[in-house]
């Protein structure tokens, strides 16, 4: 049987994930199949839990190998990759356990949680995960197809929000898939100040190889710590599983009370949808490609804008001050260079489209015009000077004008800048694709 959960936490505290540690505990005379699952969902809903990610796991009766994927208060939590199914009793009354479970200890019933589980005898529909990573999915639509998949049973609290996370972990296919090692803290320490050292975050990237985003070099900050009273005390992802459980080895200073290996979505880019038919929803991400319409314009606080031509229309992409790398490659551009942007369109975006850059690629380089400044005015031979960067020349004595294109010089390659810029680590989404990566 599979169970998904989704928003148990509330802004006071709490955290999806360790409710589903709870669920492996509660579930011990169960075995769990599989990897257990953190999915992140479109990051763009206005109603988004924190990180807007929901679980799911597999539960059965193991057969054959085993591994082990984590640890509860010293009991180790073992994973089979295959397994029987449960017998018609144990499916029974698993959904008064699991309702038991979340009244004791998911934030049930708090004023703006809207929590939510799902239990079937089978992996969901695939095209629910995919419209609830890339779209907002209409609560009433998600309600009736549930309602017509067999053996499928759910509960909601609050808007019924949660429905679509618990709902779209039970249905993610896999494909591009990394992992999370996820610590948790003794729950008496839970509010109080975490007792690693955050200078131990950048030892992560040499004792656990293929871990990745442990912290930023630009900003200087350790990523691998929460700055919330949820009961997390670290996260560490990487791009397979084997490399992770070094780091509890790593962060002393406060000894994990449980942890768990996570299989996640993270990093996978799902959330990216190409947009060439020019068809782009509110609230929804995307990737496409235009010319650069005009220069970029500074805009207050450090960020940049970029106006691209897209099927038409003109495009308003930002690049904003906290990614560190987009404002700077922005400022570099010339109307006419061809790129390829990712990013988000904003939930309340108005008719003519603008867009939050997650990344940007350079296609093609428009060459820079070089003229040759001539020192006196062809009319009165007086000295000539500046009119202004792009306008051209002005005679000191006679006034006239040369415009750029009168003046001789020839175009010339500029210095190729670099060719796809992302976000610096502490700016980027769960979702975004890693550098190096082929998509987008």
């Keep these: 049987m599979w169970v998904g959960l989704d928003d148990t936490d509330s802004p006071q505290g709490g955290c999806t994930t360790w409710v589903l540690t709870e669920l492996l505990r509660e579930l011990s005379d169960l075995d769990l199949i599989g990897w257990p699952r953190l999915v992140r969902l479109n990051p763009n809903v206005p109603f988004r839990t924190r990180g807007n990610a929901a679980l799911a796991a597999r539960f059965g009766h193991g057969s054959g190998p085993r591994r082990k994927v984590g640890e509860i208060r010293g009991a180790p939590v073992w994973s089979f990759s ?40 089978r992996r969901l529909p695939p095209e629910l995960y995919w419209r609830a990573v890339r779209e907002i999915v209409p609560l009433p639509g998600l309600r009736r197809r ?32 990394t992992y ?54 670290f996260g560490v992802r990487g791009h ?15 000894e994990p009370e449980r942890w768990t290996l996570f299989e996640t979505n993270q990093a996978s880019g799902d959330h990216l949808v190409d947009r060439s038919d020019g068809l782009w929803p509110r609230g929804s991400p995307g990737v496409v490609e235009g010319s650069v319409l005009e220069p970029p314009v500074d805009l207050p606080g450090g960020h940049v804008l970029l106006r691209v031509g897209w099927k038409e229309r003109t495009l308003r992409a930002v690049g904003f001050e906290p990614s560190k790398t987009l404002p700077p ?11 390829r942007l990712w990013g988000s369109r904003p939930f309340d975006d108005p008719e003519d489209p603008s867009v939050n850059l997650e990344g940007i690629r350079l296609l093609s380089a428009r060459p820079r015009f070089m003229p040759r400044l001539p020192r006196r005015c062809p009319r009165c031979g007086a000295g000539l000077k500046s009119a202004g960067s ?51």
């Design 82 to 121: 295959r397994g029987r199914a449960l017998s018609p009793s144990e499916r029974s009354g698993l959904p008064e356990r699991l309702r038991g479970l979340l009244r004791r200890s998911a934030r049930w019933g708090e004023p703006g949680v809207d929590p939510a589980w799902v239990i079937s005898p």
């Design 146 to 177: 549930l309602h017509a998949l067999p053996g499928v049973e759910w509960e909601a609290a609050g808007s019924g929000q949660g429905l679509v996370g618990a709902s779209a972990a039970l249905a993610w296919p896999r494909g591009r898939t």
């Design 180 to 233: 999370e090692l996820i610590a948790y803290r003794e729950p008496g320490r839970w509010g109080t100040p975490r007792r690693i050292p955050p200078a131990r975050a950048r030892e992560l990237d040499r004792a656990c190889p293929g871990s990745f985003h442990n912290h930023d070099t630009r900003t200087r900050r350790a990523l691998v710590f929460p700055h919330t009273p949820c009961p997390i005390l």
């Design 240 to 254: 397979e599983p084997a490399g992770l459980p070094p780091a509890l080895g790593l962060l002393k200073g406060e």
């Design 329 to 339: 490659f922005l400022r570099q551009l010339l109307p006419g260079d061809r790129v």
């Design 390 to 440: 792009g306008v051209g020349l002005r005679c000191r004595r006679c006034r006239i004008r040369l415009p750029p294109e009168a003046l001789p010089g020839r175009w010339r390659s500029r210095r190729p800048l670099e060719g796809v810029v992302h976000p610096t680590p502490s700016a980027r989404r769960h979702l975004a694709p890693l550098p190096g990566s082929r998509w987008p």
